[in-house]
């Protein structure tokens, strides 16, 4: 006979996926949105199982993220990829999202030039991902650049400062770690200082998923 665990378990995660998807229609339906909002296509929720251990919180949804409405499949994301697996972290066992919700740009001509999100953009959004959070209820959660850090910490800290560091939790009592953003890597002009950093973040995820026993 099926316990009572197995039986609600499923209900929970109905329930979870509901209460997502609530919060998605939720910030659709806002009239106080920040105006950049209204030249993305869409918002950018995060992706993963209800449940996982470990979290990932980037900045924003970029180019490629706004028009296919997921977390992380541009170029940083396929970085991304290639750091989890070889931190041995399965993605489809990790819950990916972002501090802020809408890809925020100027368009010059046909390309759409990426903006940084200011600190009234992640106070906006940050009761959003709050919520998020409490519903996808991760072990540990991970920063990945300032924007998430801030959104996270829910005050300015530098990644300098709090990366590698155990024990930090959110206000609202989360724990959470810092590492750098994808895209700082990609960024990285010479391929030595690459390979180094990449290494480095890799084995920042890999203490992640022991820290998150994932
Ligand atoms: N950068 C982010 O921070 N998030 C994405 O989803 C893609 C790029």
Redesign the pocket.
């Known amino acids: 006979m099926p316990s009572a665990a197995a039986d609600t378990a499923p209900a929970d995660d109905r329930n979870a996926e509901a209460a997502l998807a609530a919060l998605r229609e939720e910030l659709r339906g806002r009239n106080d949105l920040p105006p950049y909002a209204a030249l993305a296509t869409q918002p950018?929720f995060g992706e993963g199982p209800i449940g996982a251990p470990l979290m990932l919180v980037?900045?924003?949804?970029?180019d490629e993220?706004d028009r296919q409405g997921r977390?992380?499949v541009?170029p940083?994301?396929r970085l991304l990829d290639r750091a989890l697996a070889e931190a041995g972290i399965e993605r489809a066992k990790t819950y990916v999202t972002?501090a802020v919700k809408h890809f925020k740009f100027v368009p010059r001509g046909k390309r759409r030039l990426h903006q940084s999100p200011d600190a009234g953009d992640i106070a906006y959004y940050r009761p959003f991902l709050v919520r998020e959070i409490a519903i996808v209820h991760p072990r540990l959660l991970v920063a990945?650049?300032a924007t998430a850090l801030r959104a996270l910490a829910g005050r300015p800290l530098t990644i300098t400062r709090t990366r590698g560091l155990d024990g930090l939790r959110t206000p609202e009592g989360v724990p959470f770690r810092a590492t750098v953003?994808p895209?700082y890597l990609l960024r990285l002009p010479d391929a030595e200082s690459a390979a180094r950093e990449y290494e480095r973040f890799v084995a920042d995820l890999r203490s992640a998923k022991e820290a998150a026993g994932a």
């Not at 980037?58 to 970029?62: F, L």
């Open positions: 950018v980037g900045e924003q949804p970029g993220e977390p992380f541009g940083a994301g972002n990945l650049g953003h895209s």
